[in-house]
């Protein structure tokens, strides 16, 4: 019964910026980590970033510097703040919760489009 919903995608110029939100509706007490997929046309679904209950983050080589991860303070909800956004950044991003136990829950996604 647990639903992912992510929010703030869009469209943006290279070099601009755009904050994705997710909530995680589901119980907040078994939460592991939560963290941003994101799979381009033609492409694999790719780990964009993730962080741990204890704050620990990681982030795929291509967004380091660039983007940024964190929990808000409802420990169900996640923001991936990403700047100087480049068109290969552009595809589909999903959040997604992990649970003690194993569990994967993930969200439907939100468009970005890096464009001129």
């Known amino acids: 019964q647990v639903q992912l919903v992510e929010s703030g995608g869009g469209l943006v110029q290279p070099g601009g910026s755009l904050r994705l939100s997710c909530l995680d509706s589901g119980s907040i007490f078994s939460i592991v980590a939560m963290g941003w997929y994101r799979q381009a046309p033609g492409k694999q679904r790719e780990l964009v970033a993730v962080i741990r209950t204890g704050g620990s983050t990681n982030y795929a080589d291509s967004v380091k510097g660039r983007f940024t991860i964190s929990r808000g303070n409802a420990e169900n909800t996640v923001y991936l703040q990403m700047n100087n956004l480049k068109p290969e950044d552009t595809a589909v991003y999903y959040c997604?919760?992990?649970?003690?136990?194993?569990?994967?829950?993930w969200g439907q996604g939100t468009q970005v489009t890096v464009s001129s």
């Open positions: 997604n919760t992990v649970r003690f136990g194993g569990t994967n829950s």
